[in-house]
């Protein structure tokens, strides 16, 4: 246990966090349940004073010493309540030890009032001192080195009132030892304890890392899954569906027209003199107006609408729920809008057209080739014809 004591830092003959921070947060997490242990213990005090009362007077009757003790026992119970209801608003209140070590001490003060307005119980009143004593270490929730303050405090009144007493040589040598013994096994009982309970909150602590780390990793590698898939299925340039993917939504969505009866159009783009451009400006101008032209055809599209690229400057569009008469004219907006948008880079305007072919497709009959087919022959057809333009193949 000692190399995880020292893993955690724990103080052995404290019982406590070495780290002050760790130790705030132990009892931050403890406060709850100790101030709910503390109440019970404080009540079971109060009780236990009363019944003490209740002895002496049936005992000794009321004696003018009596009285000082019975104000000081309502003074400690006034005290007592006080605590009680202030750990409530204030569960801190019973890990700390001040507000505990403060009414501990109080009550023996009090209870050494009984050596001197009973002198004949004197055995009796130290049989329930060292009963006390075990008390404050392992009933009373405190910290353990302000309990055994409260003990060794509790231990020296007592030997002290023992000699002011006369009491015999051998009686106060067992006094003596008794008194140790149970300080000794009661800072034993509680250093234990409370070490035993730090070491499952850091076990605890550390169990909560460790999940956050997996839980971390776990997100992470989600992440990575995501990102992977997304390279897997789009073209890194433009960021649009690449041929693979987009041979699988076609499929999807052959089959989905299929069962609704409904029409599908498929669009062939192609990018007039794009290698010119490459030549002229560069590879760099040439992507840039590559992304140019997936972004407009994205932005300007519906969502349900697929936009993929399938190689160098092609492009290639599905659209689902369109007729050919609403897909022309929709491609013919799209048209327009990439040939009179010029892309500026650096003090160069480049003009970027494209040549366009639309298809219908019979989801009955048709495939992605068929339709590949069709497209394409319009496609030349369009550049034929001089580009910018579209072209409806014939059904």
Not at 254 to 280: E, H, P, T
Not at 365 to 380: I, N, V, W
């Amino acid at each position: 246990m000692a190399s995880t004591d020292e893993k955690f830092g724990l103080s052995q003959w404290r019982g406590e966090f070495v780290d002050a921070e760790l130790e705030g947060d132990f009892r931050q997490h403890a406060a709850e349940s100790a101030a709910h242990d503390l109440r019970l213990a404080l009540w079971a005090w109060i009780a236990l004073l009363i019944l003490l009362s209740a002895l002496d007077f049936s005992l000794l009757g009321f004696i003018s010493s009596e009285f000082f003790v019975i104000a000081f026992r309502v003074l400690l119970i006034a005290g007592l309540i006080a605590l009680i209801y202030r750990s409530r608003k204030n569960p801190q209140l019973a890990t700390s030890g001040f507000a505990v070590t403060a009414l501990e001490m109080v009550g023996f003060l009090s209870f050494f009032l009984l050596y001197f307005s009973h002198p004949g119980t004197i055995i009796y009143t130290i049989v329930i001192s060292l009963l006390m004593l075990i008390a404050v270490f392992v009933v009373i929730p405190n910290r353990v080195v302000p309990a055994t303050v409260v003990a060794l405090f509790a231990s020296i009144g007592t030997l002290y009132c023992a000699y002011l007493l006369d009491a015999a040589k051998v009686t106060y040598m067992y006094l003596l030892a008794f008194l140790s013994s149970s300080c000794a096994l009661g800072y034993l009982a509680a250093r234990r304890q409370h070490l035993t309970q730090r070491r499952q909150f850091a076990l605890l602590r550390e169990t909560e890392i460790i999940n956050r780390r997996l839980n971390a990793e776990i997100e992470q590698r989600k992440l990575l899954e995501k990102e992977l898939k997304q390279q897997a299925i789009t073209d890194p340039l433009t960021g649009l569906y690449n041929r693979r993917h987009f041979e699988s939504l076609f499929d999807h969505e052959l089959r989905r027209a299929a069962r609704k009866k409904s029409q599908l159009c498929l669009c062939l783009i192609d990018l007039d003199y794009f290698k010119r451009v490459n030549d002229q400006h560069g590879h760099e101008a040439g992507d840039r107006v590559l992304q140019h032209a997936a972004k407009l055809f994205v932005d300007s599209l519906r969502k349900t609408d697929v936009v993929g690229r399938i190689g160098g400057e092609e492009f290639v569009l599905l659209l689902p729920d369109s007729e050919i008469d609403s897909a022309r004219l929709l491609i013919e907006r799209l048209r327009h809008g990439l040939a009179v948008e010029h892309l500026q880079i650096g003090d160069v305007a480049i003009g970027v057209t494209a040549t366009f072919a639309v298809t219908r497709v019979d989801p009955e009959h048709d495939t992605l080739l068929t339709a590949m087919r069709a497209a394409d022959k319009a496609l030349y057809e369009g550049k034929a014809v001089g580009r910018n333009c579209v072209v409806i193949a014939a059904s």
